[in-house]
């Protein structure tokens, strides 16, 4: 409890290490911990695997960097919200996905819009192409 310090209204403010997000964490044996996540168990209960703590928005508390278990909430199983169809209905499973990397963020596409969206491009190039030949007095490149 070094790390910690009591405000007037009852906020445990914590003045160790922070993530990139500025959600407080606590260096353990097997990595980083979420230090609410730590400070939640021995005093309000084991956290089911799925589950997750949500800053609550009491009066007067200082958000992010509080680790009062007595401000934060417990919500239930995380639901994932992966999508099964891409926009215009095409499937996203299997062959159908190209993984592309935008400035090292891994990115999924359609690869059926991918391969449309190629076609429409080359036509164009193509239309343009051919339009700068027959302008008389330019020359292409």
Same mark, same amino acid.
């Given at each position: ?39 939640? #168990? ?41 999508? #099964? ?20 963020? #891994? ?8 391969? #449309? ?25």
């Amino acid at each position: 409890m070094e790390r910690v310090t009591v405000s007037r209204r009852g906020c445990w403010v914590w003045n160790g290490a922070s993530s990139n997000e500025g959600k407080e964490v606590l260096r353990c044996g097997d990595g980083r911990r979420p230090a609410p996540r730590l400070f939640w #168990e021995p005093f309000a209960g084991v956290i089911p695997p799925n589950d997750r703590i949500l800053s609550r928005k009491v009066p007067g508390c200082v958000g992010k960097v509080c680790c009062n278990p007595a401000h934060p909430r417990l919500q239930g199983p995380v639901i994932s919200t992966e999508l #099964e169809f891409f926009k215009l209905g095409h499937p996203l499973s299997g062959d159908n996905v190209v993984v592309e990397n935008r400035n090292g963020r #891994e990115f999924k596409r359609c690869r059926t819009c991918r391969r #449309e969206a190629c076609r429409t491009w080359q036509r164009q190039k193509t239309a343009e192409n051919k339009r700068a030949k027959s302008k008389p007095g330019k020359r292409s490149k």
